[in-house]
Nanobody, 119 residues
Framework: QVQLQESGPGLVKPSQTLSLTCTVSGGSITTNYYYWSWIRQPPGKGLEWIGYIAYSGSTYYSPSLKSRTSISRDTSKNQFTLQLSSVTPEDTAVYYC???????????WGQGTQVTVSS
């Protein structure tokens, strides 16, 4: 089955850029028709969709975060990455990567990685 694994620093300083990588195994990120997504969950709050990079390479971001968000991919490594700039403590959350199959459903998720924004 498809597996996803998040990796990256667990601590980021305010005003810096948060960078995370999702490594995918058991399936290609270029295969029609999947959307490789980033989602986060702040402490005590619900899930928040950040954005995705599609099988074609096109991207789409949450309107509330798009000015600070960049998602890219390395097809040779079957990886996709998240960069969130100008972070504040409000960006502290568990960050997940996932494979989206529709606008509201994802069938495979990574285990999540805690990112804390603090000086």
């Amino acid at each position: 089955q498809v597996q996803l694994q998040e990796s990256g620093p667990g601590l980021v300083k305010p005003s810096q850029t948060l960078s995370l990588t999702c490594t995918v195994s058991g399936g290609s990120i270029t295969t029609n028709y999947y959307y490789w997504s980033w989602i986060r969950q702040p402490p005590g709050k619900g899930l928040e969709w950040i954005g995705y990079i599609a099988y074609s390479g096109s991207t789409y971001y949450s309107p509330s975060l798009k000015s600070r968000t960049s998602i890219s991919r390395d097809t040779s490594k079957n990886q996709f990455t998240l960069q969130l700039s100008s972070v504040t403590p409000e960006d502290t959350a568990v960050y997940y990567c996932a494979r989206a199959v529709s606008t509201v459903v994802a069938d495979y998720w990574g285990q999540g990685t805690q990112v804390t924004v603090s000086s």
